[in-house]
């Protein structure tokens, strides 16, 4: 079984959609998690943290359920620069250990 | 002024030869990390270093070995080099951020291309 497991997609939306993924992750000593958008051809990068409370960083919302061990990224308003691929991430803490989902494309269409 | 770097960003080699991939961080991070991304674009751990010393290897063939000259760099060198080789190979580098949290940050990526 996967650490981590997301929908590869990919989702096609327009732009002005509002799109939502969701991962699970396996782990309960799981204790950081993160959504990080690769571009094609690019390094990852740290889009956001996802913390217990929920935390909205502009139009993105990230949400962690612990009971349930998953993690969820809301997309308002898309843009044409949204399409990436957005890749799941949970640290277990004490082993420095990154875990990454295979990544959920998203193609937002004008 | 780049945070992680990693040389060379192509490389192109036949079968059966030894090559090394080079990373540098100048961020002042104590964990650094070599990655491989496959043609189905998982990512997926190799090593682990924290200050110089191995902390996490995982089941990587012992062609592949990693060598940390300091905190700041962590060398990827391969040896007999195999098709199933062929990969994006990113480095990155982490830091523990309070609350028990670290955050990753990665080199732009070595493509690794084995004839």
């Known amino acids: 079984r996967k650490e981590v497991e997301q929908d590869p997609g990919p989702f096609n939306v327009p732009e002005g959609a509002t799109v939502a993924f969701n991962c699970t992750y396996s782990n309960s000593a799981s204790q950081s998690f993160f959504w990080y958008r690769q571009d094609c051809r690019k390094e990852p990068k740290l889009l956001m943290s996802?913390?217990?409370s929920g935390n909205e960083d502009g139009r993105f919302t990230a949400q962690l359920n612990r009971a349930s061990q998953y993690i969820s990224l809301l997309i308002r308003d898309s843009k044409l620069s949204d399409s990436a691929t957005y890749l799941c991430?949970?640290?277990?803490?004490?082993?420095?250990?990154?875990?990454f989902g295979s990544g959920t494309k998203l193609n937002v269409k004008p | 002024d780049t945070a992680v770097s990693q040389t060379p960003k192509y490389l192109v080699t036949q079968m059966g030869n030894d090559k090394s991939i080079k990373c540098e961080q100048n961020l002042g991070h104590d964990t650094m990390y070599w990655y491989k991304q496959d043609s189905k674009k998982f990512l997926k751990i190799m090593f682990s270093?924290?200050?110089?010393?191995?902390?996490i290897n995982e089941t990587v063939p012992n062609r592949f070995s990693p060598k940390s000259p300091d905190k700041a760099h962590l060398n990827l060198h391969i040896n007999s080099l195999e098709l199933g080789d062929s990969a994006v190979y990113f480095c990155a580098s982490s830091q523990e951020m309070g609350r028990g949290e670290e955050k990753l940050f990665f080199g732009s990526g070595t493509q690794l291309s084995v004839l």
């Open positions: 996802v913390y217990s």
């Open positions: 270093y924290n200050n110089k010393e191995l902390i």
């Open positions: 991430v949970v640290n277990v803490y004490n082993f420095n250990k990154f875990y």
